[in-house]
């Protein structure tokens, strides 16, 4: 399948210190262009450095650099690894892997935290493999899974708030699939959207003065950064809005329930496909992205939220 080149994004001054000329005399030097710092982020790069030290030691030099939630910096991190030769670059989340993919065409490429790679990539009807150089591991959550257990801890609701920044492509096929699976329990759906941090806080207060019952937010990272303002507006306003995140980082600090994947263990699938590739010699072109299995999720709780609430947890959930 033909590769889908992405328009060049305006080259910014890099903000985010300066990369390392070179990096140590290492056999296998590897790129990590991560969006922005937040739990699942951290965890998700974590999981694949440790697992590349783990494997090669001292022979893999890992250079991780964090774009600060800025697409046009995640492209001049994108090219700066190009310009080094690196062996292999990870991207974590969907602006940094449209990014490094645009950058080149020859370098492997895996992406991590990206939920779904045909809107990712700007492939139609994808199959699984992308035929060119670039594969990695998703944390879609199967949000037909979703549904049903929002259906379950929150059974009286009838209409929710689906809270997601316009701007990720990632957000937006989330909230089109939960779109039409919440249509068909009967239950209506208005969305709340919005383009950045700026205008979070008030797209957040003109759902909690709407008649929602329950915000749902999926794997979103402009939300899992402003966790805290939504958690503000959601628990402590004058109405109080419960919130089902799709992502446990997000949970932790704004959500009520969760239906989540550990993002440490999938960087730790991400750096075991990096292995195959630089240890193996394995064919990035013919390797299928990587899914967690729905035996994998956890359903989790944020106790101080149920508490503060009055939100009764059902059997079957753990504590955060």
Request: hydrophobic residues 40%.
């Amino acid at each position: 399948m033909k590769k889908t080149k992405f328009l060049s994004l305006l080259t910014l001054p890099l903000l985010v210190g300066g990369l390392s000329s070179c990096g140590p005399n290492a056999k296998y030097k590897v790129g990590v262009c991560q969006l922005v710092q937040h739990a699942a982020l951290d965890a998700a790069t974590n999981g694949f450095k440790d697992t590349l030290e783990a494997e090669f030691g001292s022979d893999v030099y890992v250079d991780v650099q964090n774009a600060a939630g800025d697409s046009a910096t995640c492209t001049t991190i994108a090219n700066n690894f190009v310009s080094r030769n690196y062996s292999l670059i990870m991207a974590n989340a969907t602006p940094a892997l449209q990014a490094v993919s645009n950058a080149t065409n020859n370098i492997p490429v895996l992406g991590t935290s990206v939920t779904d790679y045909g809107s990712a990539l700007g492939i139609p009807d994808f199959s699984g493999t992308t035929g060119f150089n670039v594969s990695g591991t998703s944390d879609l959550v199967a949000i037909d899974e979703q549904v049903s257990l929002f259906k379950t801890v929150f059974p009286s609701a009838d209409k929710v708030g689906l809270l997601y920044c316009s701007g990720e492509a990632n957000s937006v096929y989330q909230i089109q699939e939960a779109e039409r699976l919440f249509a068909a329990s009967s239950i209506t759906t208005v969305r709340y959207s919005f383009t950045d941090s700026n205008d979070i806080a008030s797209v957040v207060d003109r759902g909690v003065a709407s008649d929602i019952d329950a915000f749902y937010i999926p794997t979103d990272n402009v939300a899992a950064n402003n966790a805290q303002i939504i958690d503000s507006k959601c628990r402590t306003g004058t109405r109080k809005v419960p919130v089902f995140a799709a992502e446990e980082g997000l949970c932790s600090v704004c959500g009520a329930f969760t239906l989540a994947i550990d993002y440490y263990r999938l960087g730790q699938k991400t750096g075991q496909m990096a292995i195959e590739i630089l240890k193996n010699g394995a064919d990035i072109k013919t390797m299928p992205v990587v899914h967690f299995a729905s035996e994998d999720y956890s359903r989790k709780y944020n106790e101080t939220i149920c508490n503060d609430l009055g939100l009764n947890v059902p059997e079957g959930f753990t504590k955060i």
